[in-house]
């Protein structure tokens, strides 16, 4: 195209046009190459007639442009190599995009899809294969980084492992020594933790090395070793960031920091733990963007989000979300919140810790150490005059109780407890000393959960279940109440899916987590049964009749649907495996 334009506009002769067409052929390099080896034309003169041709404006002075890596990071380096487009810069929320060729059709749907992912809008500019390459070089991944770093270290020490006595302290000076390059460590890791995203990073000292491990859609994967001299600078570095003590190796300890990654401002909480081998270190990634969360993105069936919709729309009342650690109980929290957060209604929080920062919300940070628990808490949001309460956990009889009061007393109250199921609320409570005839009046709804692994949208497809398993499906959806399969509308013909696996799940086959979940309604019936027989078998029966999806059956329905695999079914609901 460039070469026939250079020849139309009589730049060039035929001889040059065929030299230049047959050099490309025979060493497979581009035309903007041919030209500017063969000194045709001037870069500026060739690319101001590209951007004539292409309708697209050049982008100046890429040289003095200083790229940060959370720009760089929004274009992966295999996108950009790939599709020659690299991001230049990123100001009021529209990034500013280098393309080789900004006529391609493939490279801009990829554009388009990462700019809806960061929730950015894109404006793209032409640039020169010499600026492009200029800045790809500015991309580099962790290892890289690492690498760097220990070289500035001095390289790997393989020193002894030394092991500290309790009453021995840290060189905190020691420690700080290099900490220009442990900066730049510590910075990556939680750049590629963000940009991968994990959920948690660890970092843990072994007796040769410090193994770092990532857990993504719930699974703790090897990510990074470094040598053992370098933990202590590691856990010194992360806890100037928490502002913690880096003198104390021998207590556990808490703390959170932010900071911006890829555009996007993201909080790191962080908990360190003394082992006989040195401080372990686990870093949640709270990104606000994956924290908060519609109905929809949970992934609550049509059947409960109508009951949780119902549900809020009253005055007053407890709704409970329960399950293991890490089964997404806040995160459910965290959309009904912002359902119910309208101008009109004062909401107050009480969080250990405060995961993600919800506008017009009044959320508080518990602070046990200085005396500043859930329960005392909860006796001073209450004269804060709140519609609605969020409290981070019910722990104990005395937050239990202040929790049922203030649901009594005219509050909406969002919350956690910890049992295996939605049935085993109500038993919970009775353990934490709630009498049986207040529980009917104060709870709503109890929200049972658990996190399934997604199948991989991009490598799925459609497989006949065997016969036992297909035997298996029918008789747990059988159970359903009449009127519910109604509603669900069951196919006749049951198909399950699954995913091969590929280079957009890394070969995993799953990709993401889904909520599985069950609802338990307060009606008439089940208060007749918590006042006079609150067994769990009983409370199981009535959930049944009043037509409730337990979440075996809600996680079927969801294998059914292609979201989830049935081996994924068996796992997250305590199943026997295929």
Known sequence: MLLEELLKRNLINEEIYNSAIQEMQEGSISEEKVIIKKDLISLEKLISIKSELLNTPVFENISDLQIQDDVLSIIPEESAKYYGMVPLRLESGILEVGMLNPKDIKAKEVLLFLARQHKIEVKIYLISEADFDEVFKKYRDMQEVIGEALDELGGENNSELVFLEDDEKVDTAELLENEAPIIKMVAAILRNGVEGKASDIHIEPNTSEVKVRFRIDGNLEDTLKVPLATHA???????????????????????????????????????????????????????PNEGLRSYKEIGLSENNLEIIKEQITRPYGMILSTGPTGSGKTTTLYSILQQLNQPDVNIVTLEDPIEYFVSGVNQSQIRPEIGYTFAKGLRSVVRQDPDIIMVGEIRDEESASLATNAALTGHIVLSTIHTNNAVGVISRLIDMKIRPFLIPSSLNISIGQRLARKLCPYCIEKIEPLPKVEKMIISELSKIKKEQRDKIKIPNKIYLYRSKGCSKCNNKGEKGRVGIFEILKMTSSLEKIIVENPTDSALEMEASRQGMINMRQDAILKAMEGKISMEEVLRVTEGEQL
Request: charged letters at 35%; aromatic letters at 6%; proline letters at 4%.
């Open 233 to 287: 600078a590691i856990v010194a570095r992360i806890k100037i960031l928490s502002k913690l003590r880096i003198d104390e190796t021998r207590m556990p300890q808490d703390g959170r920091f932010s900071t911006k990654i890829s555009g996007k401002e993201i909080d790191f909480r962080v908990s360190t733990f003394p082992t006989k081998l040195g401080e372990k270190v686990v870093i949640r990634i709270l990104d």
